[in-house]
């Protein structure tokens, strides 16, 4: 079965970093680009980043350029989102997905290119 699993969420204060961990299972993740994605309360879900399937690219939305880090090691089936000067508009459930129907393939930050997704885990920032 496949599933992919988010964690390292947390209540952070403003300038503070998080690293969020996916871990993917039932599947060989190294196949498959993954983005990150994210939603806050009232708000539709928003693209924050993505890697290719070899790692080769990224892609940043702006509001997260310059702060945020997407990597992903493939021999562990993990992809991580390193973010840092957070800022209290980043508060919201970040999701991470993979695009199983787009193997070898680079990303896009757009929902409608993946088709598996995580449960989420929440980020607060607040002081």
């Known amino acids: 079965q496949l599933q992919l699993v988010e964690s390292g969420g947390g209540l952070v204060q403003p300038g503070g970093s998080l690293r969020l961990s996916c871990a993917a299972s039932?599947?060989?993740?190294?196949?498959?680009?993954i983005g990150w994605f994210r939603q806050a309360p009232g708000k539709e879900r928003e693209g924050v980043s993505c890697?290719?399937?070899?790692?080769?690219?990224?892609n940043y939305a702006d509001s997260v350029k310059g702060r945020f880090t997407i990597s992903r090691d493939n021999a562990n089936n993990m992809v991580y989102l390193q973010m840092n000067s957070l800022k209290p508009e980043d508060t919201a459930v970040y999701y991470c997905?993979?695009?199983?129907?787009?193997?070898?393939?680079?990303?896009?930050?757009?929902?409608?290119?993946?088709?598996?997704w995580g449960q989420g885990t929440q980020v607060t920032v607040s002081s």
């Open positions: 997905a993979a695009a199983i129907k787009s193997p070898f393939s680079s990303c896009q930050i757009v929902t409608g290119a993946y088709d598996y």
């Open positions: 890697i290719s399937y070899s790692g080769g690219s990224t």
């Open positions: 039932g599947f060989i993740l190294d196949y498959y680009p």
